[in-house]
């Protein structure tokens, strides 16, 4: 992987925080993070004078209040002012990307550390995989450009996929794309419940759209309401659950306190 000055730049200026540690198996592990950037707002700068009158007025001046135009050069201070430069809806989101993208590489930079792993990201295709050590790493991140989490996955036995998630997902878009199944056997739960359960469900078929690279209109219609019941929404346990897929064979796994999916 290439490092150009702009990504350099970025990783530079990225904080990692409140990281979590999860191993799955013997070869399997995932990490989380929350990121944000230290970098300072982007400023113009311009010269700005503080004016001295020649003749300061007096109180009894009819001129007191008013601004005298007669001004010696030669007593103006000038300063340097910094004004913050609007930045465009299109520039916020390429630099929310870029730091998202920096984020779940350091993390994994942070998870091999701690594994004593040394080894780079074999980029060249999908999905990922590490460039001696073969294991396959898969990434995920949520949040706005402020204040983003991220999430890495790495197994040695196969594709792995993983998926964090901050937002719900709206009801009407979990119709428009679920499979009929997933649609029924969601309102089948309490409404307090079905939120979460169709957030979750959001983010398995993310994960096994990432571990067989599946379109994302394939990935979504495809049928996982089995699941649906073996995510123990109602408990609010804050323990890690695993459930299988019964047609794949790949293990679920849900992490509440990360809020993260992983398939492993």
Request: some cysteine.
């Amino acid at each position: 992987m290439k490092l150009t000055d702009r990504y350099v730049q970025t990783m530079q200026n990225l904080k990692l925080s409140r990281i979590q540690y999860t191993q799955l198996d013997a070869t399997t592990w995932c990490a989380t993070a929350d990121v944000s950037s230290m970098a300072q707002p982007t400023h113009a700068h311009h010269l700005s004078p503080f004016l001295t009158p020649r003749v300061p007025a007096t109180p009894h001046s009819s001129n007191a209040n008013k601004y005298n135009p007669l001004i010696d050069l030669s007593n103006i201070a000038w300063q340097y002012v910094a004004e913050q430069q609007p930045v465009s809806a299109h520039k916020d989101a390429q630099n929310k990307r870029q730091q998202q993208r920096v984020g779940v590489r350091l993390l994994l930079q942070q998870l091999l550390l701690t594994l004593d792993i040394d080894d780079t990201l074999d980029e060249s295709q999908f999905p990922y995989q590490l460039s001696e050590h073969r294991y396959y790493v898969c990434f995920s991140h949520s949040g706005d450009r402020s204040h983003s989490k991220v999430a890495v996955a790495i197994s040695y036995r196969r594709a792995v996929g993983i998926d964090i998630e901050t937002h719900d997902v709206e009801w009407h878009v979990a119709q428009r794309f679920y499979h009929s199944d997933e649609i029924s056997k969601l309102n089948l739960l309490p409404a307090a419940n079905r939120p979460l359960a169709s957030k979750l469900l959001w983010q398995v078929k993310e994960s096994f759209i990432k571990v067989h690279q599946y379109t994302l209109a394939q990935g979504l219609g495809m049928n996982y309401a089995p699941v649906i019941s073996d995510l123990d929404i109602e408990s609010n346990s804050a323990a890690i659950g695993f459930s299988e897929h019964p047609e794949s064979g790949y293990q679920i796994v849900f992490s509440p306190t990360q809020q993260v999916i992983i398939v492993f």
